[in-house]
């Protein structure tokens, strides 16, 4: 090798080490942000998971009815969360037994409490943080676990909101999502891999499927809003709305994963049902679907996860409004944790931002969760052909 080819050899090596190097800091960057991301998420939103409690002697009598601030002390009423004392009146009506007596209870205390023993900017005037500090001091206050964030719907009261509605609209809007783009997406793969013919028709199917994934979120909130709600009638805000409108939106993902499912299975499987007399609905019915159903269900995980975490599509379709009671079926309000997660972090109050944060370690808990369970089939059932 002359002078001349042995240079040129060299810069071509040192190109692909520094090549290598940019591929490198390309990937340790984009693994930086992300952890700089899921810590600032973890370190913003953890807090929320405890709630702040006041112990306090509660007077249950006639009177507490109709005024259930006179339940408790005058100086630590203020620090009582409202909405602890708006539920008075309801457990007396479900347990008339408590009427006259006086009980030690742990309550909710208010969101400017919450923040003040969480060390956070707060409401809260000088005199009642002296307050809170005796409470303190005589062991009267803790951080308990906030079951309220599971069990309890959206509040104008940040200290009992929860995302217990919008994760039961979130189950009912997948729900249709799947029930509508699942079926619909994997027969129109079937009919477009195995039974349509090749002409500029297919092709022009095929073509504009492509597209369709590509398309803004959003235009198909406008397509729902435009069919769902003001063609067909179906309530605006509804689940059954909402998952019609992602369904929509899914159905693209789940048709191109589901024909490259199909076109997985050697045309060897396909020759040897026709040799022993299968028609072609028997060939895919038995062979090819039977095969190609992990991908299927690999492509159908991920759109349904994709699904999960939109927003802007639901927005149209009025799916985030304020919803304090869990839907009860397809047709009634509800919303999803995403929209929560738009409404909560659009809040004026403080003692939102920790809990949109929190909102969006469940929702990710969740996404990564489906999108492990679509790697785990895909592991399970992989065949080499």
Known sequence: MDHKSLKSTRMRYRRERRFKVYCIAALVLACLFLVAFLADIVVKGYSAFWQARIRVEVNYTQEVKDLPVLSVSEEVSPLISRAWFRKIPRRLNQHPEMMGTTRTQWVLASGAVDQYLKDKPNGLKQKQKRQVDRLQDQGRTKLAFNTHFFTNGDSKLPESSGIFSAAVGTLYVMIVTMAFSLPTGVLTAIYLEEFATDNWFTRAIEVNINNLAAIPSILYGLLGLAIFINYVGIPRSSALAGGLTLGLMSLPVIIISSRAALRAVPDSIREAAFAVGASRWQVVSHHVLPMSIPGILTGSIIALAQAMGETAPLLLVGMMAFI?????????????????????????????????????????????????????LRKRYERSW
């Open 324 to 376: 304090p009671e869990a839907p009860s079926g397809f047709t009634d309000a509800a919303t999803v944790l995403p929209a929560q997660i738009y409404t909560w972090s659009s809040a004026a109050l403080r003692p939102y931002a920790e809990r949109t944060a929190a909102a969006i370690i469940v929702l990710l808990a969740v996404l990564i969760l489906l999108n492990l369970t679509a790697v785990l």
